[in-house]
């Protein structure tokens, strides 16, 4: 069975400084990994992905996420945060096996908190 | 209306009422899902339907009953609930084509709360 890890359930951060929010996986299969995003009183949107080929993958609102096979990782990283990127992020797993549609396992969340 | 609606977006019921929570795509999608969204806990996946074929259920209490008419409309019913199912519901869309690797776009969510 898949599995997601979030470690930090809350990062608070100062605005214009580099974050870093950590996920881990658990899979015996290779999977697809995803970050998506939640701001207040919204549904979630997708970030970025990865699905093959180069490890570092940029995403929208100068995101980008790592994958690390061998420490199991996709650790998501932002240069310089801005106020406007308070939200939760989660990080999710699926399976290329599926047989139909598309069968997300979501993390627990992570809450970023951007002070001035 | 573009993206992902769902009505209403807020919802006070009683454990004896029966309502309904709708989601509707404007995507051109064939794939539709139903999220829980507890506080503290991760996202749990409900129910699955592509292609207008309920292909999940997460071993979700029967006094959740979904509905899905066509490939644009989704909906939840809802009768006898418990206190414990107050939560954010999580509607989500996608476009059936690479299996796993496919994007869901999501809804705004309804806001559940059962007295």
């Known amino acids: 069975a898949q599995s997601v890890t979030q470690l930090d359930s809350q990062v608070p951060v100062f605005e214009e400084a580099p974050v870093e929010l950590r996920c881990n996986y658990s899979?015996?299969?290779?999977?697809?990994l995803f970050w998506y995003v939640q701001y207040p009183n919204q549904g979630l949107q997708l970030l970025l992905k990865?699905?093959?080929?180069?490890?570092l993958v940029k995403g929208i609102n100068g995101f980008e996420a790592e994958f690390n096979k061998s420490q199991t990782s996709f650790h998501l990283r932002k240069p310089s945060v801005h106020i406007s990127d308070t939200a939760e992020y989660f990080c999710a797993v699926s399976d290329p096996g599926y047989s139909s549609a598309s069968k997300i396992i979501f993390g627990s969340g992570t809450r970023l908190s951007i002070r001035p | 209306e573009t993206g992902v609606t769902q009505t209403p977006r807020h919802l006070v019921m009683g454990m004896t009422n029966k309502k309904s929570l709708k989601c509707e795509q404007h995507?051109?999608?064939?794939?539709m899902y139903w999220y829980k969204q507890s506080a503290k806990k991760p996202l749990e996946l409900m129910f699955v339907y592509s292609l207008e074929e309920r292909v999940e259920n997460n071993s979700v209490p029967s006094r959740f009953s979904p509905e899905c008419p066509n490939s644009s409309h989704l909906f939840l019913h809802l009768h006898t609930l418990q206190p414990e199912d107050s939560a954010l519901y999580l509607c989500?869309?996608?476009?059936?084509?690479?299996?796993?690797?496919?994007?869901?776009?999501f809804g705004p969510g309804t806001r559940l709360t059962v007295l």
């Open positions: 989500a869309s996608s476009q059936v084509f690479n299996r796993g690797a496919d994007t869901q776009y």
């Open positions: 990865y699905l093959s080929g180069s490890t």
């Open positions: 995507l051109g999608h064939n794939a």
């Open positions: 899979s015996s299969v290779s999977v697809y």
